[in-house]
């Protein structure tokens, strides 16, 4: 299945060293453009301040890229493309349901620490613009492909038939979601983070007596 992306997400092209300056591949300029969005906000973001934080002219950040918008599309797609891709590994494609919805938990924690920036930034998208709406869009049909796991999941059993599907989805990623208000990389139990997620979900949807 093809999912919408972000238009105007072709690769930002690698900068040369040019004197003193820093020479900039599509990860390092998206990892600036990425940080200056999140705190000063996209709205509020202007290209002077992604040359500033870059070190970097203007007229050589439009060198590599159309501005700021195609930066964001560049960016929400990295995130999105992340999760996608858990959706594809085998873990989430074969097997009984519970066990795929599992893997996809799993997943989907490890890419949120892995690409914490970006999908700090995914999650702070309001839909003010056509590349945000796109987003949005992937996003809905990511918990909606979840919440198909989940409805497999309390038909085989696993899964208590009396909660609803689409709120349980949506408590879940409530849950994964909430690392980016206060994880912080370095921590000694970021390993174990996957792991804690995958109980404590499991054990909020497990059957309760006499409904499974």
Known sequence: MAYPRSPSSEPVKPQR?????PAY?????????????????????????????????KSSIYHHVQ????????ALDRALDGLFAVLTQ??????????RLTHVIRGTVRVLLDELPYVTL???VRGNSPIELAALARRREFDQL???LVLRAQRDGEVDVGLDAAVATRLIFGMINSLTEW???????????????VQLVLTGLAPRPGTG
């Open 90 to 99: 085998p873990g989430a494609t074969s097997g009984p349901a519970v066990d």
């Open 67 to 74: 501005g700021k918008q195609q930066l964001l599309g560049l």
């Open 146 to 148: 979840v919440a198909h």
């Open 17 to 21: 060293m040019r004197g003193n300056r």
């Open 25 to 57: 591949t599509t990860e390092t300029l998206l990892d600036v453009a990425v940080t200056v969005f999140t705190t000063r906000g996209y709205e509020g973001t202007s290209m002077e301040d992604l040359a500033a934080a870059a070190g970097l002219s």
């Open 183 to 197: 994880y912080r990389p370095g921590r000694a139990d970021r390993l174990d983070l996957p792991e804690t997620v």
């Open 122 to 124: 995914l999650l702070r």
